[in-house]
């Protein structure tokens, strides 16, 4: 298959044609995506723990704000980043049920591991684990229910799967600021590590079927090569969108807890039980609705899907900005959600988007890649950057430093909405209809 455009000889992501592909809803394929949105829920859980209890483990070790962007941000990032790819080829050329198992088995190990620590280095070193772990869900993940649904389906499905993670998010932040407050913090990140090792071990038993499935799938694979993955037009403006919304999304995220804490006077507790509250009510209505949109919108228009994303990051800018200088913590708590339902709408859209600009033989791989530029930007720099902007910020502004460094990063989604339509412009000029 060809570009509409024959002076440029590019080559089509290969997604089945809709009157061939006779892939869909199954007892089957309900129980695979049931497991992977169980994954996804301990995933982002493992995630978020680090970053509510960022304050006592801060007194407990004696750090800074920018260590402490290090430890949220990118500790977890640096191998999620670098393995992504690798873990990603592995992942196109064997068994990516039993790849996902043993990396939720590790991201597990290493979150209890956590707790244990008793320097910054030691912390630091528990995270880079949880970061290996980690680097082969989203790849390995996106690969299978791929396979399983057809390219209009997986605008919801993708939806759905990560509606577990913002459910892991809002349990996450809830719970460990609760048990934090009550408990203490080395506890608790042993508690949450520890509960997700049987809970590894039983999607196992659920997806052992389809494990025997990708295991005939893999002999067959052939290699995977990353240039591949780039030669696809438009694809370079996508993922620097994907990487600019994720910069601001956790650089937010994980230091919104602290700035309740600091601006608004909230106990550990509450900052968790709000934060959890705000970030994954809206992130899974804002991610159900925007699958549920996409479904109906692409029918219309097949980059609907990009468009999407485009108007709810820029949307979604102005109203963080409000959230972050309202001057009660229910206002605050009140935009943010509004904030949050609006941005998470675009945001399982956009990764169901990125699978029509891949090959199926090279998807992990390409997600692997994708997920490496963009945890680099998001998870590894987004966090970090606002730690160091505060603390730079501290010496002018005093206790209003971490607010602000907050505000420059919120204003990143407007910079990730003009890529999404950039993106969507390329695709509609170089991308013959995906199905």
Known sequence: MMTRNANRAVPLPLVPDKQTDTRGWSKATILVLAALTVISFFNYTDRVAVAVLIEPIKKTLQFSDTQAGLITGLAFALFYAVLGVPIGRLADSSNKVKLLIICFLLWSTATALSGMATSFLGLFMA?????VGEAGCLPASFAIISERFTPRQRPLVISIFHAGGRLGTALGMAGAGIAGQVYGWRTTLMAVGIIGIPVALLVAVALRGEGARQKQQAAKAPGVKLAKVLEVPGVGYLVTAISLSSFATYGITQWLPAFLVRNHGATLGAAGVWSGATTGVGGILGTLAGGMGAAYLIRRNRNWDLWLPAAVYGLAAPLFLISLFSPTLVAASGFYFAATLLATSGGGVVLAAFQRFTVPAHRATANGFMLMVSAVAGVGLGPLAVGVASDQ??????????????????????????????????ATGDMAASD
């Open 127 to 131: 995270r880079l684990l949880v970061g």
């Open 393 to 426: 910020l501290k010496g002018v502004l005093g206790a209003e430093s971490l607010r602000w460094a907050l505000a420059v990063c919120a204003v990143t989604f407007l910079a990730a909405s003009c890529f999404y339509l950039r993106a969507a412009h390329r």
